[in-house]
């Protein structure tokens, strides 16, 4: 069976620190791997990797994708209240369905 | 494009109702998803449509669960009859097709009481 594993479960920190988010799997026929922000609502998708050691870079967030560790980090520089939120990490295999299994998250608080 | 709408926002039921949650994909999307989210849980896929047919549903809880594309820019996700356990968000997602991301409904807060 599929898992997805995302740590800390939690993380309190204060504006302008930077925060390392986790995610590790197991998976088999490996394609891709999902990060996506959930705030009091819908998740909305920040990156999709596929490729192990090429960083995406979005502002302030970045992610980059080990397939021989089979991990991922999310990376938060220099972060806002904005960025509270809980973090979802998401992968999905090769093969007719493409389902993608969703790790637990990790709650993200930052403090002003 | 006004992105994934969902119906109702939020619906609280008694137990032993039926309920029916609908769903307008983003226009030109092959796939759609409906996931639950508790806090026990976490983020569930319960089916999966591409091209209007259910590709997988290995998700839904049981029988009292069911789903429906009759087109490609509508979908319902039926339970009948609710159980308080059936309480969650439900959520509804679109991708432009298999592999690519996808991209979330706000979702319906279900309350069974």
């Known amino acids: 069976e599929d898992k997805v594993v995302q740590s800390p479960l939690s993380l309190v920190v204060h504006e302008g620190d930077t925060v390392t988010l986790n995610c590790s799997y197991e998976?088999?026929?490996?394609?891709?791997l999902l990060w996506y922000k959930q705030e009091k609502k819908a998740p909305t998708f920040l990156f999709m990797l596929?490729?192990?050691?090429i960083e995406k870079k979005s502002g302030r967030l970045s992610s980059i994708l080990d397939k021989k560790e089979l991990f991922s980090i999310l990376n938060i520089t220099a972060t806002q209240t904005g960025d509270s939120a809980v973090y979802l990490c998401a992968v999905e295999a090769r093969g007719g369905s493409y389902i993608p299994t969703f790790g637990r998250g990790t709650s993200l608080i930052v403090h002003p | 494009d006004a992105g994934v709408i969902q119906s109702p926002r939020h619906e609280v039921t008694e137990m032993g109702q039926e309920v029916t949650l609908r769903c307008k994909p983003i226009s030109g999307h092959n796939s759609l998803f409906w996931y639950r989210q508790t806090m026990m849980r976490g983020l569930e896929l319960l089916i999966y449509?591409?091209?209007?047919?259910?590709?997988?549903d290995s998700g839904m809880p049981e029988d009292r669960f069911s789903a429906k594309m009759p087109n490609a820019s509508f979908s319902t996700l039926k339970i009948q009859p609710s159980e308080p356990r059936d309480s969650a968000v439900y959520f509804c997602?679109?991708?432009?097709?298999?592999?690519?991301?996808?991209?979330f409904g706000p979702g319906t807060r279900l309350t069974v009481t």
């Open positions: 997602a679109s991708s432009l097709d298999r592999g690519y991301e996808q991209y």
């Open positions: 449509f591409n091209n209007n047919v259910p590709i997988d």
């Open positions: 998976v088999t026929n490996f394609r891709s």
């Open positions: 596929t490729s192990s050691g």
